[in-house]
């Protein structure tokens, strides 16, 4: 089970009730919403990536794709005392 990280986008068509049908079999599968676009045209989630095709299959859903989030490179500071 690894579990992965994806940019989920709904169609126009899909209104309030297809986006919570599709928030709800997420949280059935076990996912998490990480993020959800105000207007509800899409979100990050993290899922279990063997459900990636039964999530591209669902009504509404029109791109499922991988994302990657990173922390920015943190740069060391170097002070006159470590010198």
């Known amino acids: 089970m690894a579990i992965e990280t994806m940019l989920v986008q709904m169609n126009k068509r899909a209104g309030s009730s297809g986006i919570d049908r599709i928030k709800k079999q997420i949280k059935e599968w076990k996912g998490e919403i990480l993020i959800e676009i105000p207007n509800g045209c ?8 063997r459900l990636r095709e039964a999530l591209e299959g669902l009504p509404f859903v029109t791109l ?9 490179e943190v740069k060391r500071i170097r002070s006159a005392r470590s010198k």
């Open 42 to 49: 899409a979100m990050i989630i993290s899922l279990d990536s």
């Open 64 to 72: 499922v794709g991988g994302v990657q989030i990173q922390p920015p």
